[in-house]
């Protein structure tokens, strides 16, 4: 009987899965650019724009009611 997952090909996959989760495990917890814009963005007084915090009211007052 052969069964599904069983054998070369599935161990394969493993292997491919496995090879992933490290390389993702690996790859650093903080992206220093991205950081940065962050930095810019929280020192911008007109960020974010008053028509986004328009649409996000109106998005939260519709979760409200």
Same mark, same amino acid.
């Given at each position: 009987l052969h069964q599904p997952?069983?054998?070369r090909k599935a161990h394969r996959l493993y292997s491919y899965d496995d090879a992933n989760l490290r390389a993702l495990r690996e790859?650093?917890?903080v992206r220093p650019g991205k950081v940065a814009r962050a930095?810019? &963005?929280v020192n911008d007084p007109s960020y974010p724009s008053p028509e !986004? &915090?328009?649409w996000i009211a109106?998005?939260?007052a519709g979760? !409200?009611?």
């Open positions: 997952g069983h054998g790859l650093p917890s930095r810019a &963005l !986004i &915090l328009r109106l998005l939260l979760k !409200i009611h």
